[in-house]
């Protein structure tokens, strides 16, 4: 069956960098643009951007330009998601999400990335 | 970009009872060439992610009961659940895909009363 399987949890401190995985499985994985979508704690959904999966070019939505970065292995049907200079308002759990076979709708979701930017 | 609008915020429902939850969107996400709208609902429970209900406003996703209907059109839109069960408890958020940046409302928490 479709499936994204997301990196574990990450603690780190501020200013360091992280790296977020998300498995595509179950489909051709450069068939589907990928999105990523933000959940801070206890707050609502908000959309970072998405990659283009065959071609690796990135989209970013506003607040999400500079310190994030979208990449792919598509050899091992992989979506990363990487932010640098973490502060602690980028405390969150981060989701990958595909786009449906027809439009723009997102299905299915990765489990979700929690990461904690704390000293 | 489209801001999406939900409400109520949080809403209150006794098992078997119908549940409303209403999205506004500042512009519409009507494609008046296939008339389709951009719209769709997802629920989420605690430590989990999102999962697609509706999506075309209207369209059951596969394997969603049949109490989840979606409707409106335009900028006015609705989620209803006809007969509420335990398992509904959660958060609701509808979307907008019809332009970019694809927009989120705020949620609504429906809780069992």
């Known amino acids: 069956q479709v499936q994204l399987v997301q990196s574990g949890s990450e603690l780190k401190k501020p200013g360091a960098s992280v790296k977020v995985s998300c498995k595509a499985s179950?489909?051709?994985?450069?068939?589907?643009?990928m999105n990523w979508v933000r959940q801070a704690p206890g707050q609502g959904l908000e959309w970072m951007g998405w990659?283009?999966?065959?071609?690796?070019?990135?989209t970013y939505a506003q607040g999400f330009t500079g310190r994030f970065v979208f990449s792919l292995d598509t050899s091992v049907s992989t979506a990363y998601l990487q932010i640098s200079g973490l502060k602690a308002e980028d405390t969150a759990v981060y989701y990958c999400?595909?786009?449906?076979?027809?439009?723009?709708?997102?299905?299915?979701w990765g489990q979700g990335t929690l990461v904690t930017v704390s000293s | 970009d489209i801001v999406m609008t939900q409400s109520p915020d949080s809403l209150a429902v006794s098992l078997g009872e119908r549940a409303t939850i209403n999205c506004k969107s500042s512009?519409?996400?009507?494609?008046?060439?296939?008339?389709?709208?951009?719209l769709a609902w997802y629920q989420q429970k605690p430590g989990q992610p999102p999962k697609l209900l509706i999506y075309?406003?209207?369209i059951r996703e596969s394997g969603v009961p049949d109490r989840f209907s979606g409707s409106g059109s335009g900028t006015d839109f609705t989620l209803t659940i006809s007969s509420l069960q335990a398992e509904d408890v959660a958060v609701y958020y509808c979307?907008?895909?019809?332009?970019?940046?694809?927009?989120f409302g705020q949620g609504t928490r429906l809780e069992n009363k």
């Open positions: 179950g489909y051709t994985f450069t068939g589907y643009a």
């Open positions: 979307q907008q895909y019809y332009s970019s940046p694809i927009t």
């Open positions: 999400a595909r786009v449906s076979s027809f439009n723009n709708w997102f299905d299915p």
């Open positions: 990659i283009n999966t065959n071609t690796g070019n990135p």
């Open positions: 075309w406003a209207s």
């Open positions: 512009q519409s996400v009507l494609d008046s060439s296939n008339n389709n709208n951009y």
